[in-house]
């Protein structure tokens, strides 16, 4: 039987660390924890990896601490458009959507996509409508709005009127959700889950809904779901790319993954990170940001979440 794993990402869009107070910080390590905890019990009981990652991105949609679902970016408009996609590497399926407003968990939306198989790519108004349509949760757009969002989109927008957008702080601008999985038969996944970042175009699309760039997973190689700025992401075709240098250059996925993050993206000065899973359950979790939101499960059971580089084991159980 193959080695189990799980790993989840919250976003490199970190504050520093003085910018919360440990409870806030605390707080955020709590629903790592539980998303942890919702994709290890698919894996423990012998469920798939896309169950798996599906249910871990869940709780992370749920939570007011991530960019993604409730809690979720505001565009230029102060409206959200949500992305997803979730990708199967045991046959190289894939579903996503984009510029979603009223779907509750959109990585659900992109799920049910995959396994309709009309489209890979479902937008907009049609998202939304066909989410519906199958019975999923749809909310009016309050639903996805917190305090933190509107602070963000506001500070984005005096950056902008200022000409200082390139310095705001990385929680300022974007962040993500995310999880990879290697469950008992061997077969791989990725899901990934956003907003955006904050005060974006209205209409644009990141690398989140992208398969290939900001998620990927194939069987005998590796699985990545990535954060930061998408654009790069999508240029990069990041998550195949890894998954490239694992396949045909022999690196193990820490190698290819922290290369990537940390040499091929580093001349244009953007927050980047990810985190990936190889076919022999090992986990990579790179980043070049003060923190990325971040957890895994090892293959013996041991859990871990972090924000910035301070590392918690924390109990498989409440």
């Known amino acids: 039987m193959t080695k189990i794993a799980l790993a989840i990402h919250g976003g490199c869009g970190v504050m520093a660390k003085d910018d919360l107070s440990e409870a806030e910080w605390a707080a955020a390590r709590v629903d790592l924890h539980r998303s942890l905890q919702a994709g290890w019990a698919v894996l423990k009981s012998g469920g798939s990896a896309l169950d798996a990652v599906q249910a871990a991105v869940v709780v992370m949609e749920d939570s007011p601490h991530f960019n993604a679902g409730h809690g979720a970016a505001l565009n230029t408009d102060g409206e959200h458009e949500l992305d997803a996609s979730i990708m199967d590497g045991s046959n190289l399926e894939t579903g996503a959507v984009t510029l979603a407003r009223h779907i509750r968990n959109p990585v659900k939306a992109a799920r049910r996509v995959m396994e309709k198989g009309d489209a890979v790519l479902l937008g907009g108004p049609a998202a939304?409508?066909?989410?519906?349509?199958?019975?999923?949760?749809?909310?009016?757009?309050?639903?996805?709005?917190?305090?933190?969002?509107?602070?963000?989109?506001?500070?984005?927008?005096a950056h902008a009127a200022a000409g200082t957008a390139a310095k705001a702080s990385e929680s300022e601008k974007h962040g993500t959700v995310g999880a990879v999985a290697l469950d008992a038969s061997g077969h791989l996944a990725a899901a990934t889950s956003t907003g955006g970042y904050n005060n974006k175009p209205a209409g644009r699309i990141g690398d989140t809904p992208i398969a290939g760039a900001g998620t990927y997973a194939r069987d005998g190689v590796c699985a990545v779901s990535g954060t930061g700025k998408g654009e790069f992401f999508i240029r990069y075709a990041v998550g195949h790319e890894v998954a490239s240098r694992v396949r045909?250059?022999?690196?193990?996925?820490?190698?290819?993954?922290?290369?990537?993050?940390?040499e091929e993206l580093k001349p244009y000065n953007i927050g980047a990170g990810l985190v990936a899973v190889g076919a022999d359950g090992s986990v990579a979790a790179p980043y070049n940001t003060a923190g990325m939101f971040r957890g895994w499960v090892t293959s013996d059971g041991d859990f871990f979440v972090a924000t910035h580089d301070e590392v918690f084991a924390v109990s498989a159980k409440e």
């Open 128 to 157: 939304d409508a066909f989410a519906k349509a199958e019975g999923l949760d749809v909310v009016d757009q309050s639903y996805f709005t917190t305090d933190k969002r509107v602070k963000a989109l506001a500070a984005m927008k």
């Open 248 to 262: 045909y250059l022999g690196e193990d996925v820490d190698q290819a993954a922290t290369g990537l993050i940390m």
